[in-house]
């Protein structure tokens, strides 16, 4: 009896045990279960201690509420202008409703992984082979907006969408380099070109501006010399007329005509003295002994300018 008592005790505790962990849920941080009552949803668990009935409540599905990371399989697109193109992407959600995760869809997973590569075969056909290069965002946003619309009725929420390849084939390839290398050149041709022009530009203006500076110089020095011949000529007649007048004032002084008849009569002997040892042409009165004549019609002269 004793044994058979002992063995119903571990049935019971064993039981015990069973009821209890089977009643006593556990659920981790960012996750939510299912739970199924005779087969029929029932609730939904969150975070933390949560308590079910054991054999009648079932845990049936279990969901991370984190951002998930999709790598969608590689695929081969025909872009606008029927250019074959590889493309390879990632695709990042996040389940929302778990309830809706579990029943919206048998896989929602395969379900967002095909939508994804349907919608980027049909986004990338309506683009030429050189916007799908320039528009990436463009094709992200693309298709994050068409998969996050159905996604809604598997409680599944499409936070974006990474290109992380774009594969044209190599016979593109070889093209897109050759015309890559062929715009380098254009632009260095240009750059060249440009560069000779300025130079031209640069030399032209420098003549330009030296000849203008020549220019005021050789003004500048002509204004120069004609004042200083201005002031030289005024100078001069200044100081002939300062002579004029000093001469005037000695011939009004006492003795003064004499001194001029004196000065004259030098001059006048001097001159006849000098006509035999040049080459100089002279005029002379046709009585050369009538020389006191000639010396008495100068002083005549002065006597009367003397007399004004």
Known sequence: MDITF?????????????????????????????????????????????????????IAYKHSLKEIPLDVPSQVCITKDNTQLQVDGILYFQVTDAMRASYGSSNYIAAITQLAQTTLRSVIGRMELDKTFEEREHINRAI???????????????????????????????????????????????????????EQINIA??????????????KQAAINRAQGQAASILAIAEATAEALRKTAAAIREPGGADAVNLKVAEQYVNAFSQLAKTNN????????????????????????QKGN
């Open 144 to 198: 994050v907006n068409a998969i996050d619309e159905s996604a809604a009725n598997w409680g599944v929420k499409v936070l974006r969408y990474e290109i992380k390849d774009l594969t044209p084939p190599n016979e593109i390839l070889h093209a897109m380099q050759q015309q890559i290398t062929a715009e380098r050149e254009k632009r260095a041709l240009i750059a060249a070109s440009e560069g000779r022009k300025q």
């Open 205 to 218: 203006n420098g003549e330009r501006e030296a000849s203008i500076a020549r220019s005021e110089g050789e």
């Open 6 to 58: 002992g063995n119903v005790s571990l049935v019971l505790f064993i039981v015990a045990v069973v009821f209890v962990i089977k009643t006593i849920n556990v659920v981790p941080q960012q996750h939510a279960w299912v739970v199924e009552r005779l087969g029929k949803y029932h609730a939904t668990l969150g975070p933390g201690l949560n308590i079910v009935l054991p054999f009648v409540d079932r």
């Open 281 to 304: 042409s002279l005029i002379i009165p046709a009585d050369m002994s009538d020389i006191g004549g000639l010396i008495a019609g100068a002083m005549q002269v002065v006597k009367s």
